[in-house]
């Protein structure tokens, strides 16, 4: 009984998400889901790659956390559209909430739209939100051994983002373990090194990035 | 109707973890539930707790984590019993694992047990596993406004760890925005300020950690 329950709301959230897929490709929009431990650097990164561009492409961001509107004061200060989604406990973004968030958009005027989850390696991993690519970011402070502890959000990620790499000296992040334990999971992922503190590697993101964009 | 489902499945969780708060009071264990974010250093505070108190204090641990037993690994190898749950997936412990976990330890020679959760700071908050005490790690490289961000963890805990503070310098944690939102939430809270790299701060929470085992 407990699965028929949750195969309902499964598939409530699928119809949702094929939805919103479906408005997102009408209007040309490349969608990011942009995921992470809380304090990996996604809302940082996302700044960076606004500063980058935003002059050459059109974004928009969704920012997801439980309490606060702190990250899409952030986006905004940066001139870019974003809406806050706050999930008041829920520990991972669905259909329904990005729904919502996308009818406060001006999805016509958008090549790009990325929504940051909420801070969490478990959860979102397991929620389609009808984007086109996965985009992981893990801090060198996190340790390496969070790619085997965390398979699933590490396996279906396009990119992942390697944060806070001037932080390396002073951790035991174990370079080689990450690169082979990545690659083993996900054989054909994007791997950057970054830091936003120094604006390293994010030139290279974000010439990735935008050979994503559709052209129309 | 999910409403009811969900109430049944909580239902179930409460008998399962009220048994379990029997056995471990009848043989005299302080449990402690210790949270935090992948990465902010749980193990590592372990190791640290470990290596302080183990001559005095007999002392066991639960280790959750989604896959792997590199973490078990880590605490037998520092001398102390422990038994590693995988939850292959699920995004905190939960009472029938824990009841699992205790029938493989000696709890009659146990008096402070420490259940490490998994790497999240939304889920585990959610749920009681019979602890006596909930502590958090935070680590400085996640930043300060995970606290109003992720309030449930920081405001049930009697103690939070702030971690990795020999990286103060190279980030841009505001250290009095933290005490403030955290007392704020959390008015009772004792607050230790840690660098296990360092030993710093591990003396004074292992002489108040201490102050809370139970004397038969």
Redesign the interface.
């Known amino acids: 009984?407990?699965i028929n329950?949750g195969q309902h709301?499964l598939n409530a959230h699928q119809e949702i998400t094929a939805k919103n897929k479906e408005v997102l490709l009408k209007h040309g929009v490349l969608t990011i889901n942009l995921m992470g431990?809380?304090?990996a650097g996604k809302t940082s990164v996302l700044e960076a790659l606004i500063s980058k561009m935003k002059s050459s492409v059109r974004m928009a961001v969704i920012e997801g956390?439980?309490?606060?509107s702190?990250d899409a004061e952030r986006i905004e200060a940066s001139g870019v559209p974003a809406v806050q989604i706050n999930t008041r406990?829920?520990?991972h973004l669905d259909g329904k909430m990005i729904e919502w968030a996308m009818q406060q958009l001006p999805l016509a005027d958008v090549d790009l739209l990325i929504i940051e989850n909420?801070?969490?390696?478990?959860?979102p991993a397991?929620f389609d939100l009808g984007e086109d690519l996965r985009i992981s970011v893990l801090?060198v402070?996190?340790?390496e051994?969070?790619i085997?502890?965390?398979?699933?959000m590490f396996k279906d990620s396009a990119a992942v983002i390697l944060n806070?790499v001037?932080?390396l000296p002073?951790t035991d992040f174990n370079m080689e373990d990450f690169y082979r334990d990545l690659r083993l999971l996900n054989p054909d992922v994007a791997i950057f090194e970054v830091s936003c503190r120094l604006d390293k590697g994010m030139d290279e993101f974000t010439v990735w990035l935008k050979s994503k964009i559709k052209t129309n």
Chains 1, 2 share one sequence.
């Open positions: 009984m407990e329950i709301i431990s809380p304090g956390d439980l309490y606060t702190k406990g829920a520990c909420i801070g969490n390696l478990v959860c397991e801090s402070t996190e340790g051994d969070k085997p502890k965390y398979p699933l806070k001037d932080l002073y």
